[in-house]
C-alpha cells in the first residue's frame, strides 16, 4: 500500500495562493489516479480534485473550477494542488489517496486508498 505525506498548507489571505504537495514516501505513486480532498469543521469530506495516473485527465469540484490546478510529476513521485484565488471557505484539512484499481479518476471516495494525514488550510484576512 501506498503511504502518502502531505505538505504546503498553512495560512493565507483571501485571494492569495498556496501549493500542496502529495508526496509518495518510500514507494512511487506509480500509476494510480491521486484524489485531493478536504473536510471542514463540521463538514463532510468532499473531493477538490482528481488527476489520472497518466496526468492526461483532471476533474475539479465546481466550488474550485477556475481557481485550483492539480499536476503530477511522476519521476518525483508527487502530485501538486496549487490553489489560487482562495477564499475562506476553502479552509479545511486537505488530504490526498489515491485510487484503488489504477489510474482512472472517479467520484466515489470509496474507492480511494492509503491517505496521507492532512495538511491545514487557513484562509483569513
Known amino acids: 500500500q501506498l503511504q502518502l505525506v502531505e505538505s504546503g498548507g498553512g495560512l493565507a489571505q483571501p485571494g492569495g495562493s498556496l501549493r500542496l504537495s502529495c508526496a509518495g514516501a518510500?514507494?512511487?505513486?506509480?500509476?494510480?489516479?491521486i484524489g485531493w480532498f478536504r473536510q471542514a469543521p463540521g463538514k463532510e469530506r468532499e473531493r477538490v480534485s482528481c488527476?489520472?495516473?497518466?496526468?492526461?485527465?483532471?476533474q475539479y469540484a465546481d466550488s474550485v473550477k477556475g481557481r485550483f490546478t492539480t499536476t503530477r510529476d511522476n519521476a518525483k513521485s508527487t502530485v501538486y494542488l496549487q490553489m489560487n484565488m482562495l477564499k475562506p471557505e476553502d479552509t479545511a484539512v486537505y488530504y490526498c489517496?489515491?485510487?484503488?484499481?489504477?489510474?482512472?479518476?472517479?467520484?466515489?471516495?470509496?474507492?480511494?486508498?492509503?491517505w496521507g494525514q492532512g495538511t491545514q488550510v487557513i484562509v483569513s484576512s
Open positions: 488527476i489520472s495516473g497518466t496526468g492526461v485527465t483532471t
Open positions: 518510500s514507494v512511487s505513486l506509480g500509476r494510480n489516479a
Open positions: 489517496a489515491a485510487g484503488k484499481y489504477g489510474g482512472a479518476c472517479t467520484p466515489n471516495q470509496d474507492l480511494f486508498d492509503s
